[in-house]
């Protein structure tokens, strides 16, 4: 009975330990050995580390000239300025003992564009991204009027961007970005007052909309 008692004791202890080594993994880390073709704005990882050990909003001169600096960061999020029209966020989702790495790219050329790619623990991209854009509806606060139904038609594709709350990036913030404010007022007054963010949480595997109570 000891040994048993013994035996299963070494197992937890295994099973915590490699679990705690997952969770122990930082977002500077993960961002360190990032492959080097996936940005070609940062291209090697001494450019990358030279960026990590800047404090935020010190600026490291890019292989192009531009800017980057460091806006935000956690142990599992990272806010990052690669020139004046681009913006990275790397963040860490648990995914069951291990984690996926969630990256979004942002253009904030007007309209501002966001681009989300999930990958696993080794940089290896997900054939099946668990994140779908909220339909039209969900920006909507109300009812929908004929007249917003007509003026969300008249925009055509919508333009979206995504942020990540760097302190706890399980939390993504979804807001259509179309148009500017002057241009929203004066041509879809009644929508533009209507227009909400989108509030989505990380659920194991796949990011979920949170329903307002």
């Known amino acids: 009975m000891r040994r048993y008692t013994f035996l299963t004791l070494l197992g937890l202890l295994a099973h915590i330990s490699l679990a705690v080594g997952l969770q122990a993994q930082s977002v500077d880390e993960v961002f360190r050995r990032m492959p080097d073709e996936?940005?070609?704005l940062l291209p090697d990882s001494t450019l990358r580390a030279?960026?990590?050990e800047s404090p935020e909003g010190v600026s490291v001169v890019n292989?192009?000239?531009g800017e980057m600096s460091v806006m935000s960061r956690s142990e599992q999020g990272l806010r990052l300025s690669l020139d004046r029209l681009t913006e990275l966020e790397v963040g860490l989702l648990?995914?069951?003992k291990s984690y996926y790495i969630c990256l979004i790219a942002t253009s904030t050329i007007v309209p501002a564009q966001s681009v989300v790619t999930l990958f696993d623990a080794d940089w290896n991209r997900l054939q099946e991204i668990p994140f779908t854009l909220p339909s039209p509806e969900h920006f909507i606060t109300g009812p929908l009027s004929t007249r917003i139904k007509r003026s969300l038609?008249?925009?055509g594709h919508l333009h979206w961007r995504a942020t990540m709350d760097p302190m706890e990036p399980q939390l993504l913030t979804v807001r259509i970005t179309n148009l500017d404010e002057e241009t929203s007022q004066s041509l879809y007054p009644e929508m533009y007052k209507k227009l909400q963010p989108?509030?989505?949480?990380w659920r194991e595997n796949h990011f979920d909309i949170v329903v307002k109570k």
């Open 38 to 40: 996936l940005i070609p």
């Open 63 to 65: 292989r192009f000239g």
């Open 94 to 96: 648990p995914h069951g």
């Open 198 to 201: 989108v509030s989505m949480k």
């Open 153 to 155: 038609a008249e925009l």
């Open 50 to 52: 030279e960026l990590l």
